[in-house]
């Protein structure tokens, strides 16, 4: 069992839609990340967060500590946010290494 | 700033054959990392410095794997012998603090036939 979980592995919308991805995560987490990889393989960091809400454009992220999950959001979502979207935790207890989450594959149709 | 630069950006060698992959972070970050990713796995730690210093390689597979970074401004991940099981593709990332935004490289694709 994955000690950080996604939901879904998969998602499709339509652009426009509101899209939700969701990470849970079973170890104590001092901080998550999410990341985002491209079509062509590139990995770019969206947010780090370790309490709160963060927003960057049509981006927000939102995290709970205690209830260890973490959501992102995708506002007005554009055929150009296809991609998969990766969440990963700095586990408390193991300094600087990333556990990650599995990915959700987004696709967002014209 | 060029970001992280990694080489070769594909590598297609045979088994048995030594690899050498090569990153070069973003000048003034002084935490390194080395990942892979393969699509059974997904991404996985493979090990990561803090000023030039291994401080977790607890990813490494095997002792057929190694990395150096002899400065601030470069580091070594080579694979000997290779292995067709080895084959995925290897990101590089740095970071200004150890637990810090990590930004990664564009990866290097290696298959070992």
């Known amino acids: 069992k994955n000690e950080v979980e996604q939901s879904p592995q998969n998602l499709t919308a339509q652009e426009g839609e509101f899209i939700t991805i969701n990470c849970s995560y079973s170890?104590?987490?001092?901080?998550l990340h999410w990341l985002q990889q491209h079509p062509g393989g590139g990995i770019v960091s969206l947010f780090m967060?370790?309490?709160g809400k963060k927003k960057h454009g049509r981006l927000i992220a939102t995290i709970n500590i205690q209830e260890k999950h973490s959501s992102l959001h995708i506002t007005a979502s554009h055929p150009r946010d296809s991609a998969v979207y990766i969440c990963?935790?700095?586990?408390?207890?193991?300094?600087?290494?990333?556990?990650f989450g599995e990915g959700t594959q987004l696709t967002v149709n014209p | 700033d060029a970001g992280v630069i990694q080489s070769p950006r594909h590598e297609v060698t045979e088994m048995g054959q030594e690899v050498t992959l090569r990153c070069k972070p973003i000048?003034?970050?002084?935490?390194l990392f080395w990942y892979r990713q393969t699509m059974m796995r997904g991404l996985e730690l493979l090990i990561y410095?803090?000023?030039?210093?291994?401080?977790?390689d607890s990813g490494m597979p095997e002792d057929r794997f190694s990395a150096k970074m002899p400065n601030a401004s470069f580091s070594t991940l080579k694979i000997q012998p290779s292995e067709p099981r080895d084959s995925a593709v290897y990101f590089c990332?740095?970071?200004?603090?150890?637990?810090?935004?990590?930004?990664f490289g564009p990866g290097t694709r290696l298959t070992v036939l």
């Open positions: 990332a740095s970071s200004l603090m150890s637990r810090g935004t990590q930004y």
């Open positions: 967060l370790s309490s």
């Open positions: 410095f803090n000023n030039n210093v291994p401080i977790d």
């Open positions: 000048s003034g970050h002084n935490s």
């Open positions: 170890v104590g987490i001092s901080a």
């Open positions: 990963a935790g700095h586990e408390e207890t193991s300094g600087s290494r990333l556990t």
